[in-house]
Protein backbone atom coordinates (compact mmCIF):
# COMPACT_ATOMS: atom_id res chain seq x y z
CA UNK A 1 0.00 0.00 0.00
CA UNK A 2 2.62 2.71 0.85
CA UNK A 3 4.75 1.01 -2.39
CA UNK A 4 2.05 1.81 -4.32
CA UNK A 5 1.26 5.44 -3.10
CA UNK A 6 4.87 6.08 -3.19
CA UNK A 7 4.82 4.88 -7.12
CA UNK A 8 1.77 7.01 -7.69
CA UNK A 9 3.82 10.08 -6.25
CA UNK A 10 7.17 9.17 -7.99
CA UNK A 11 5.00 9.34 -11.16
CA UNK A 12 2.90 12.62 -10.14
CA UNK A 13 6.34 14.43 -9.62
CA UNK A 14 7.88 13.17 -12.70
CA UNK A 15 4.97 14.21 -14.93
CA UNK A 16 5.09 17.63 -13.16
CA UNK A 17 8.42 18.24 -14.05
CA UNK A 18 9.95 17.66 -10.66
CA UNK A 19 13.50 16.09 -10.82
CA UNK A 20 13.18 12.25 -11.17
CA UNK A 21 14.20 9.94 -7.92
CA UNK A 22 17.22 8.61 -9.06
CA UNK A 23 16.97 5.57 -6.82
CA UNK A 24 13.50 4.97 -7.75
CA UNK A 25 14.82 4.51 -11.31
CA UNK A 26 17.86 2.50 -10.77
CA UNK A 27 15.55 -0.19 -10.02
CA UNK A 28 15.33 -1.24 -13.54
CA UNK A 29 19.15 -0.96 -13.21
CA UNK A 30 19.17 -3.63 -10.13
CA UNK A 31 17.35 -6.27 -12.25
CA UNK A 32 20.84 -6.74 -13.99
CA UNK A 33 23.73 -4.42 -12.06
CA UNK A 34 22.20 -6.07 -8.39
CA UNK A 35 21.04 -3.62 -5.93
CA UNK A 36 24.03 -2.30 -4.58
CA UNK A 37 25.69 -2.00 -7.85
CA UNK A 38 28.07 -4.95 -7.77
CA UNK A 39 27.15 -6.57 -10.72
CA UNK A 40 28.35 -9.97 -11.67
CA UNK A 41 31.30 -11.00 -12.74
CA UNK A 42 31.84 -12.09 -16.64
CA UNK A 43 27.27 -11.58 -16.65
CA UNK A 44 26.80 -7.76 -15.69
CA UNK A 45 29.43 -5.34 -15.00
CA UNK A 46 29.80 -3.51 -11.52
CA UNK A 47 29.11 0.05 -11.59
CA UNK A 48 30.02 0.76 -8.03
CA UNK A 49 32.94 3.32 -7.62
CA UNK A 50 33.26 2.61 -11.24
CA UNK A 51 30.82 5.18 -12.54
CA UNK A 52 31.91 7.71 -9.45
CA UNK A 53 35.74 7.23 -11.21
CA UNK A 54 34.18 7.65 -14.77
CA UNK A 55 32.37 10.51 -14.30
CA UNK A 56 35.57 12.50 -13.21
CA UNK A 57 36.25 12.94 -17.23
CA UNK A 58 34.20 14.89 -19.65
CA UNK A 59 34.53 11.66 -22.24
CA UNK A 60 33.14 9.63 -19.63
CA UNK A 61 30.69 11.17 -18.24
CA UNK A 62 29.42 11.59 -22.40
CA UNK A 63 30.08 7.86 -22.40
CA UNK A 64 27.80 7.06 -19.11
CA UNK A 65 25.09 9.26 -21.10
CA UNK A 66 24.91 7.51 -23.84
CA UNK A 67 25.36 3.90 -22.52
CA UNK A 68 21.84 4.58 -20.80
CA UNK A 69 20.59 6.36 -23.29
CA UNK A 70 21.51 3.89 -26.54
CA UNK A 71 22.61 0.62 -25.07
CA UNK A 72 25.96 -1.15 -25.20
CA UNK A 73 26.87 -3.94 -27.12
CA UNK A 74 30.24 -5.03 -27.48
CA UNK A 75 33.53 -7.34 -25.57
CA UNK A 76 34.38 -5.22 -22.82
CA UNK A 77 37.09 -6.02 -20.09
CA UNK A 78 36.73 -4.73 -16.63
CA UNK A 79 39.99 -5.31 -14.64
CA UNK A 80 40.54 -8.49 -16.19
CA UNK A 81 36.95 -9.63 -16.59
CA UNK A 82 35.51 -9.97 -19.88
CA UNK A 83 31.46 -8.88 -20.50
CA UNK A 84 30.22 -10.10 -23.74
CA UNK A 85 26.88 -8.82 -23.24
CA UNK A 86 24.11 -6.46 -24.64
CA UNK A 87 22.87 -3.72 -22.45
CA UNK A 88 19.29 -2.42 -24.30
CA UNK A 89 18.97 1.48 -24.67
CA UNK A 90 16.83 2.39 -21.51
CA UNK A 91 14.20 3.96 -22.53
CA UNK A 92 14.18 7.17 -19.89
CA UNK A 93 13.66 11.01 -20.18
CA UNK A 94 17.20 13.45 -19.85
CA UNK A 95 15.89 14.41 -16.20
CA UNK A 96 15.19 10.24 -15.55
CA UNK A 97 19.17 9.71 -17.14
CA UNK A 98 20.99 12.34 -14.99
CA UNK A 99 19.29 11.72 -12.01
CA UNK A 100 20.36 7.60 -12.45
CA UNK A 101 23.75 8.85 -13.03
CA UNK A 102 23.99 10.75 -9.73
CA UNK A 103 22.58 7.93 -7.88
CA UNK A 104 24.88 5.53 -9.11
CA UNK A 105 28.06 8.18 -8.51
CA UNK A 106 27.18 9.52 -5.28
CA UNK A 107 25.45 6.61 -4.11
CA UNK A 108 27.04 3.64 -4.98
CA UNK A 109 30.51 4.23 -4.19
CA UNK A 110 32.33 2.64 -1.15
CA UNK A 111 34.18 5.89 -0.44
CA UNK A 112 33.62 9.31 -1.46
CA UNK A 113 36.77 11.17 -2.34
CA UNK A 114 37.07 12.45 -5.52
CA UNK A 115 34.59 15.33 -6.23
CA UNK A 116 31.69 14.65 -8.92
CA UNK A 117 30.34 16.90 -10.63
CA UNK A 118 26.15 16.14 -10.53
CA UNK A 119 24.72 15.42 -13.68
CA UNK A 120 21.82 17.86 -15.42
CA UNK A 121 18.83 17.37 -17.53
CA UNK A 122 21.18 19.85 -19.70
CA UNK A 123 24.31 18.36 -19.71
CA UNK A 124 22.25 14.63 -20.81
CA UNK A 125 20.68 16.38 -23.55
CA UNK A 126 23.77 18.08 -25.17
CA UNK A 127 25.15 15.03 -25.11
CA UNK A 128 22.30 12.73 -27.10
CA UNK A 129 21.95 15.99 -29.81
CA UNK A 130 25.74 15.34 -30.13
CA UNK A 131 25.14 11.64 -31.02
CA UNK A 132 22.25 11.11 -33.23
CA UNK A 133 21.48 8.01 -34.20
CA UNK A 134 23.43 6.56 -31.30
CA UNK A 135 23.20 2.28 -30.98
CA UNK A 136 24.97 -0.55 -28.78
CA UNK A 137 27.98 -0.70 -30.90
CA UNK A 138 28.89 3.38 -31.67
CA UNK A 139 28.50 3.64 -27.79
CA UNK A 140 30.86 1.02 -27.48
CA UNK A 141 33.42 2.60 -29.76
CA UNK A 142 33.27 5.51 -27.24
CA UNK A 143 33.96 3.23 -24.82
CA UNK A 144 38.02 3.48 -24.88
CA UNK A 145 38.46 6.82 -23.10
CA UNK A 146 37.50 4.15 -19.45
CA UNK A 147 39.79 1.55 -20.51
CA UNK A 148 42.05 0.85 -17.36
CA UNK A 149 39.19 2.68 -15.19
C1 LIG B 1 19.03 -6.15 -19.07
C2 LIG B 1 20.18 -5.95 -18.23
C3 LIG B 1 20.64 -4.51 -17.98
C4 LIG B 1 19.91 -3.44 -17.53
C5 LIG B 1 18.43 -3.39 -17.17
C6 LIG B 1 20.85 -2.33 -17.42
N1 LIG B 1 22.10 -2.72 -17.82
FE1 LIG B 1 23.78 -1.58 -17.85
N2 LIG B 1 24.81 -3.11 -18.71
C7 LIG B 1 24.32 -4.37 -18.95
C8 LIG B 1 25.33 -5.16 -19.64
C9 LIG B 1 25.18 -6.62 -20.09
C10 LIG B 1 26.44 -4.31 -19.83
C11 LIG B 1 27.76 -4.67 -20.55
C12 LIG B 1 27.50 -4.64 -22.06
C13 LIG B 1 28.66 -5.22 -22.86
O1 LIG B 1 29.21 -6.25 -22.48
O2 LIG B 1 28.98 -4.63 -23.93
C14 LIG B 1 26.09 -3.03 -19.21
C15 LIG B 1 26.92 -1.92 -19.14
C16 LIG B 1 26.63 -0.73 -18.51
C17 LIG B 1 27.53 0.40 -18.40
C18 LIG B 1 28.97 0.47 -18.90
C19 LIG B 1 29.88 -0.04 -17.80
C20 LIG B 1 31.34 0.07 -18.11
O3 LIG B 1 32.12 -0.16 -17.17
O4 LIG B 1 31.75 0.36 -19.23
C21 LIG B 1 26.86 1.37 -17.71
C22 LIG B 1 27.37 2.76 -17.36
C23 LIG B 1 25.56 0.85 -17.39
N3 LIG B 1 25.44 -0.43 -17.89
C24 LIG B 1 24.60 1.54 -16.66
C25 LIG B 1 23.29 1.11 -16.51
C26 LIG B 1 22.25 1.90 -15.87
C27 LIG B 1 22.48 3.23 -15.18
C28 LIG B 1 21.09 1.18 -15.99
C29 LIG B 1 19.69 1.57 -15.56
C30 LIG B 1 19.18 2.85 -16.07
C31 LIG B 1 21.42 -0.07 -16.67
N4 LIG B 1 22.76 -0.07 -16.96
C32 LIG B 1 20.51 -1.07 -16.96
C33 LIG B 1 23.07 -4.83 -18.62
C34 LIG B 1 22.02 -4.05 -18.18
Known amino acids: MIRALAIVLAIALIGSGVMADGKAVYQRCA ?11 AVFPPL ?3 M ?7 EGRAYMIMAVSSGLMGSINIQGTSYM ?16 LNYVSFSLVSTASEQ ?5 E ?3 QAIRDEYPGANGQS ?3 MRKIVNGI
Open 116 to 120: VKPFT
Open 31 to 41: SCHLAAGEGIP
Open 122 to 124: QEV
Open 139 to 141: VAM
Open 48 to 50: KDR
Open 85 to 100: GVMPAQNLSANEVAEV
Open 52 to 58: RAISQSV
